[in-house]
């Protein structure tokens, strides 16, 4: 379900996707995932912002708490029919005593369609000729549509050719 999800759904934080138009709002779409660092994750963090700056640790942590709210709230637009999520926004939170934060992820679940009548895919070329979606060839994630590095591991996004 997680391989479909990403690459049959489009999330951007604008309202709308140059060369396509919202043919169906559906609503609003959330995900949310939460993680513990816990004490010895704090300690090697700590070591780690001491010695060298940011954690490593913690980045790769939250780095999969996102991509866990991401899938959830693909799969709650696709279940709506949606084959795409727009005006899309990433929170983070810190709930209780400094071990536990929350990524919540929200926006609208929309079906766009082409002023041609096509439906959105991925594999469909954008009016840059770019596509939607392109797989991180460092760590596997997806690197969304207009995104030019990775999230989770900022590799550069792989052009057309690769």
Do not use: K
Not at 52 to 71: D, K, N, Y
Not at 73 to 87: D, E, K, M, T, Y
Not at 112 to 134: I, V
């Amino acid at each position: 379900m997680a391989e479909i999800a990403s690459r049959r759904l489009l999330i951007v934080t604008t309202p709308e996707v140059p060369g396509w138009e919202v043919e169906r709002v559906h609503g609003l779409v959330t995900g949310e995932a939460v993680f513990a660092a816990g004490p010895l994750r704090d300690l090697a963090a700590a070591f780690e912002s001491t010695v060298g700056g940011a954690s490593p640790a913690i980045g790769r942590l939250i780095a999969a708490a996102r991509e866990q709210a991401l899938l959830e709230i693909r799969q709650r637009a696709q279940a709506l029919g949606a084959n795409a999520i727009v005006g899309a926004s990433v929170a983070y939170e810190s709930m209780g005593p400094g071990h536990i934060a929350l990524v919540s992820v929200r926006g609208t679940a929309v079906r766009l369609r082409s002023e041609r009548g096509d439906d959105y895919l991925p594999e469909t070329a954008s009016p840059d000729g770019d596509l939607a979606e392109r797989a991180c060839p460092a760590c596997g994630f997806t690197i969304p549509r207009l995104e030019l590095t990775c999230v989770h591991c900022g590799a550069p996004r792989p052009t057309m050719d690769s």
